[in-house]
């Protein structure tokens, strides 16, 4: 059976840290491939400054193109707002039975699953790879045998950081792959 990580987010817009992540989980976790699952609207966060989907999935495939383990998948597009990871899954069991779901999150995100619908079947039916985030400490959390710490580097950048410099005009070609980086000049994103 296919190992599939799943890589959920807004990608708003999609950096080199969300790629080296899941390059890594590739690379280092027996994940076949990485799905990069663009959400329309999570749920816990605010979307006022939320890209139109359309420029984010873009961005996603731009960004993700010349790593063959990689894949843009729009089911959330699809799926009633917000979006909700137990209907994801749902779904994504009924389209590809030949896959196994493996969920990507931060160590920000594991400390609270309890929040999210359905949290407990999530939990009893998909492995869930956590990779570090600084100020977030796991070891000390009551985490079910599902639940796998993973050895990841420690990529500490954020997605608000890199729209706020763009904002003041800084030029960011290292932040973001270059065909993003290019996709968001032509575009005149998020000025």
Known sequence: MKQIGLFFGSFNPIHI???ALANYMCEFEDIDEVWFV??????FKDSSELLDTRHRVEMVMLATEHYSKFKVEEIELELPIPSY?????????KRYSD?????IMGADNIQSINRWKDADMILSNYCILVYPRIGFDTSDLDLPLSVKITKAPTIEMASTQIRDWIKQGKQLPYF????????????????
């Open 99 to 103: 896959c196994f779901f493996n969920i």
């Open 85 to 93: 990871t137990i209907d994801t899954l749902n779904e994504l069991q």
């Open 38 to 43: 663009v959400s329309p609207q999570n749920p």
């Open 17 to 19: 840290g969300h790629l």
């Open 176 to 191: 973001v792959s270059h065909p993003v980086f290019e996709y968001i000049k032509t575009q005149e994103l998020y000025k």
